[in-house]
């Protein structure tokens, strides 16, 4: 039973993902999905509310999920270099669910899973920040970060780069590992 209940759900997701791809999101409706998946209107509803649950599903499934396994086995340093690879992966889906504007936005659901994945993994470890910083909090630092990986994420999705994910990668790496002033050739040190 709970085979064919997920099967259900992911001709559901399926149908849907297939949509955004060739229409706008604001366009797609609750029968379009269900006649894409063969199955009826009411059967949507025994697993999704509307079609933005159904954008937190593959969210969660295609990037949370895979990524909470890391996290399971303390290996935090991976996590970057997968999400670029599932965004990489389904490159054409996701530029388009960047498209999708409003509350329910996937540029909100992103932005908010990632702040809530910085706390976590700072949660996780002590900070080696001094006493005297008191204004670095792990919401403070979790927040600076989101809010650059986040907008770096959407820039390299919807932008016309030819970056790899391995490339976002290393050059996300690098950027988190120096201050902006190893970054340049800064005569005044």
Known sequence: MEDKKELTKDLLTASFRELVLQIPFEKITIKMITDGAGVIRP?????????????????????????????????????????????????????????????????ELMSDYIYHLFLLILSKYPLKAPDKLAVLTIEAIARFYTFGLADSLKYWICQDTLFSGEEVHAAYNYIIRNSVLDLLEYPLR
């Open 43 to 107: 059967t949507f509803y025994k697993h999704f509310q509307d079609k933005y649950e159904v954008l937190e599903w593959i969210l969660k499934t295609e990037i949370k999920d895979k990524i909470q396994v890391l996290i399971d086995n303390n290996m935090e340093a991976d996590i970057f270099r997968l999400l670029c690879n599932c965004l990489e992966k389904d490159h054409a889906f996701y530029r388009k669910a960047y498209e999708i504007t409003g509350q329910n936005s996937f540029e």
